[in-house]
């Protein structure tokens, strides 16, 4: 399976300080997207990766992607109470597979 | 644009009931997904359509699950009879095959 593994699966941190999320998969893929998903709410996509690219920035949010090891993490820079959500990788094959998501808490 | 519209956004029923979940795609969006999301499972991709056609309904679990896509506008996902393992949050997605995809609010079904 293409399913990417998210990990931790939960963490706590207090406002401000960084938050990093790993994930990894088992086999090739196009490309690796980073969704959000708050609390009864659909998912939102935050940034797309493609296989040939290492790294990548959108706003607090940087992405890294390494192909050699499968895996792929997001870091999101002096995070704030509303970073409060799930975010889950999506691998890119054949279709877009989602992990299991890493529940993040912002404390203020 | 409204972004992708699913209703109900809740569904209570009794087990054996039949139900119909509705999706509105994002106009000129050609591709179109059902997922559903589980504590247990996580998020699943039941089946999917380009321009209105099955292409893979690999993860449909059962002939309980069925999926229409009448029109480049309208899907439905229909669970007849539905079942307490069933008990999910049903969402829709739709794209123009640039890998990002824009998923709907969701449906939470309960059957109970």
């Known amino acids: 399976s293409q399913q990417g593994e998210e990990d931790p699966q939960a963490l706590s941190i207090q406002e401000g300080e960084n938050a990093t999320m790993n994930c990894s998969y088992k086999?090739?893929?196009?490309?690796l997207q980073w969704y959000r998903q708050n609390s009864g709410r659909g998912l939102v996509h935050l940034i797309l990766?493609?296989?040939?690219?290492r790294e990548k920035h959108s706003g607090r949010l940087r992405v890294t992607l390494d192909t050699s090891k499968k895996s792929s993490s997001l870091l999101i820079t002096a995070s704030r109470a509303a970073d409060t959500a799930s975010y889950f990788c999506?691998?890119?094959?054949?279709?877009?597979?989602f992990g299991g998501g890493t529940r993040l808490m912002v404390k203020p | 644009d409204a972004g992708v519209i699913q209703s109900p956004r809740h569904e209570v029923t009794e087990m054996g009931q039949e139900v119909t979940l509705r999706c509105k795609p994002i106009s000129g969006h050609d591709y179109l997904f059902w997922y559903r999301q589980t504590m247990m499972r996580g998020l699943e991709l039941l089946i999917y359509?380009?321009?209105?056609?099955?292409?893979?309904d690999s993860g449909m679990p059962e002939d309980r699950f069925s999926a229409k896509m009448p029109n480049a506008s309208f899907s439905t996902l229909k669970i007849q009879p539905s079942e307490p393992r069933d008990s999910a949050v049903y969402f829709c997605a739709s794209n123009i095959n640039t890998g990002e995809l824009f998923f709907g609010e969701g449906s939470r079904l309960t059957v109970l």
């Open positions: 086999t090739s893929i196009n490309n």
């Open positions: 359509f380009n321009n209105n056609v099955p292409i893979d």
């Open positions: 990766i493609r296989s040939n690219e």
């Open positions: 999506a691998i890119e094959g054949n279709m877009l597979t």
